[in-house]
């Protein structure tokens, strides 16, 4: 059986590194199904080291089944070393996104001589955007959690309601789940719905004008991210010219994604389309990002993005506009990208 701690250990060669140093709580799951908290793991050639201290020692021996536990007492950093040296490691990979200046201070006191390290960035990340069926599985429950989310918050949309007001029922929605919210929402009507990470206020939502609500729910470690737009009365004309645009754009998108294709070329479709309709200097951010265990993970699908697109990945596709004063409007989907092309995962209609 190909665990992800052997495929961790097949990037060891290109990276010229004996072993890897991950201290990321969230990969250190990914990499062992232990829900980490203030320890580290260490990955060896053979084998790998979840050192932690005597708090949560006896839920990681457990817990954790391809990794030894080791406690540590005085110091985190002496017992990473002292252990990479008894296994021999003369060069230990770091992902430095992930290790503090002090960490850094700290770790090359205790390896004076012994150990070297080189730098081995988003390593996991690359493993972890690329999701299996298990992890799909997870996404696609809590899609259709935020799917009914949505259409529970429906029927309380009135005219007079706050956008307060429309969060509490919200959370009486995800408490009735027994789930959490992925991210605090975003519930912006009218002028507020300008901004793209608008806060959530005492603002009435009236008839007439767009409200956005941006949602992602989160389900046994894995996330789900959706925006929708809900209208009040009959939409204005330039409203809905402008939604119709944005959906536009957002196919063509999907009709780009497949394996092989750069993650910028999807960018550039959506804000192609939006660039000859006029709306493409409203468009400020990325078109997209990855969603799994983090909301905001690999792959990015920006203007800049390196990433090829691979089968596996399951990324977000949501074009938006905003009209500083007057109102934005955003529509945001989770895409699967499959052998041939893409599906949508999540209900776009």
Same mark, same amino acid.
């Given at each position: 059986?190909?665990?992800?701690?052997?495929?961790?250990?097949?990037?060891?060669?290109?990276?010229?590194?004996?072993?890897?140093?991950? $201290?990321?709580? #969230?990969?250190?799951? *990914?990499?062992?199904?232990?829900?980490?908290?203030?320890?580290?793991l260490?990955?060896?050639? @053979?084998?790998?080291?979840?050192?932690?201290?005597?708090?949560? &020692?006896?839920?990681?021996?457990?817990? +954790?089944?391809?990794?030894?536990?080791?406690? *540590?007492?005085?110091?985190?950093?002496?017992?990473?070393?002292?252990?990479?040296?008894?296994?021999?490691?003369? &060069?230990?990979?770091?992902?430095?996104?992930?290790v503090?200046?002090?960490?850094?201070?700290?770790?090359?006191?205790?390896?004076?001589?012994?150990?070297?390290?080189?730098?081995?960035?988003?390593?996991?990340?690359?493993?972890?955007?690329i999701?299996? /069926?298990?992890?799909?599985?997870?996404?696609?429950?809590? +899609?259709? #959690?935020?799917?009914?989310g949505?259409? *529970?918050?429906?029927?309380?949309?009135?005219?007079?309601?706050? /956008?307060?007001?429309?969060?509490? @029922?919200?959370?009486?929605? &995800?408490?009735?789940?027994?789930?959490?919210?992925?991210?605090?929402?975003?519930?912006a009507?009218?002028?507020?719905?300008?901004?793209?990470?608008?806060?959530?206020?005492?603002?009435?939502?009236?008839? !007439?004008?767009?409200?956005? +609500?941006?949602?992602?729910?989160?389900?046994?470690?894995?996330?789900?991210?959706?925006?929708?737009?809900?209208?009040? %009365?009959?939409?204005?004309?330039?409203?809905?010219?402008?939604?119709?645009?944005?959906? !536009?754009?957002?196919?063509?998108?999907?009709?780009?994604?497949?394996?092989?294709?750069?993650?910028?070329? =999807?960018d550039?479709?959506?804000?192609? *389309?939006?660039?000859?309709?006029?709306?493409?200097?409203?468009?400020?951010?990325?078109?997209?990002? %990855?969603? !799994?265990?983090?909301?905001?993970?690999?792959?990015?699908?920006?203007?800049?993005?390196?990433v090829?697109?691979?089968?596996?990945?399951?990324? $977000?596709? /949501?074009? %938006? =506009?905003?009209?500083?004063?007057?109102?934005?409007?955003?529509? /945001?989907?989770?895409?699967?990208?499959?052998?041939? %092309?893409?599906?949508?995962?999540?209900?776009?209609?």
């Amino acid at each position: 059986m190909i665990t992800r701690l052997s495929l961790l250990r097949t990037s060891f060669p290109s990276l010229k590194i004996d072993a890897l140093l991950v $201290t990321n709580d #969230i990969n250190i799951r *990914y990499l062992t199904g232990f829900p980490a908290s203030e320890s580290w793991l260490l990955v060896t050639a @053979k084998k790998a080291f979840y050192i932690t201290d005597f708090r949560y &020692v006896l839920d990681a021996k457990k817990g +954790i089944k391809e990794a030894q536990v080791v406690q *540590y007492s005085n110091s985190l950093f002496q017992t990473t070393l002292d252990v990479a040296k008894g296994e021999k490691v003369k &060069v230990l990979g770091l992902d430095e996104r992930h290790v503090s200046a002090y960490a850094m201070r700290r770790l090359k006191v205790f390896a004076k001589n012994g150990v070297k390290f080189r730098p081995a960035d988003s390593v996991v990340e690359a493993l972890r955007s690329i999701k299996d /069926e298990g992890e799909l599985a997870l996404i696609r429950k809590a +899609i259709k #959690i935020n799917t009914q989310g949505f259409q *529970y918050i429906h029927s309380f949309i009135k005219p007079g309601v706050t /956008e307060r007001g429309l969060l509490l @029922k919200l959370e009486d929605f &995800v408490r009735a789940q027994k789930v959490a919210f992925a991210f605090p929402p975003i519930i912006a009507s009218g002028v507020n719905a300008a901004f793209p990470h608008a806060r959530v206020s005492e603002r009435k939502v009236r008839r !007439g004008e767009p409200l956005l +609500i941006d949602l992602g729910i989160r389900l046994d470690g894995y996330n789900s991210d959706l925006t929708r737009m809900f209208f009040l %009365g009959t939409m204005a004309h330039s409203l809905g010219k402008v939604l119709s645009l944005i959906r !536009g754009a957002q196919e063509e998108a999907f009709k780009v994604i497949r394996p092989g294709i750069e993650a910028k070329a =999807v960018d550039a479709a959506a804000r192609g *389309y939006l660039e000859k309709h006029g709306l493409a200097k409203y468009f400020g951010h990325s078109l997209g990002h %990855g969603v !799994g265990q983090d909301v905001h993970e690999d792959p990015r699908i920006s203007s800049k993005s390196g990433v090829i697109l691979q089968e596996g990945m399951v990324f $977000t596709v /949501e074009p %938006g =506009v905003y009209f500083p004063g007057k109102y934005g409007i955003r529509l /945001e989907d989770m895409v699967l990208v499959t052998k041939t %092309g893409c599906e949508v995962l999540s209900d776009h209609n």
